[in-house]
């Protein structure tokens, strides 16, 4: 299926997006750009935000080639196994 190939595609540039925004908030010091200074309201941690989407797309993206697989809408195309 090839709508399948650009959805993977599109997968992986949103887990590399997501590691380049964790490197962006990591060189910025680890905190989100937030420049409040309410003792109130705790700094939100951009750089753990960003890895935690990293883990979720994917995740994601492994339960839906897993998915795909077993509907059959996408096939192995490994090496054939010799007996």
């Known amino acids: 299926m090839v709508a399948m ?3 993977v ?8 997006g997501s590691l380049g925004a964790a490197l962006v908030f990591m060189m910025r010091g680890g905190q989100g750009g937030d420049e409040t200074t309410d003792a109130a309201t705790p700094p939100r941690n951009g750089m753990a935000r960003a890895l935690a989407f990293r883990v979720g797309f994917s995740i ?4 839906i080639v897993l998915i795909s697989y077993w ?3 996408i096939q192995p195309t490994g090496l054939p196994v010799q007996p």
């Open 71 to 73: 509907m059959g809408w």
């Open 9 to 16: 595609i599109a997968g992986f540039v949103a887990i590399i």
């Open 60 to 63: 994601l993206l492994f339960l």
């Open 5 to 7: 190939k650009y959805f």
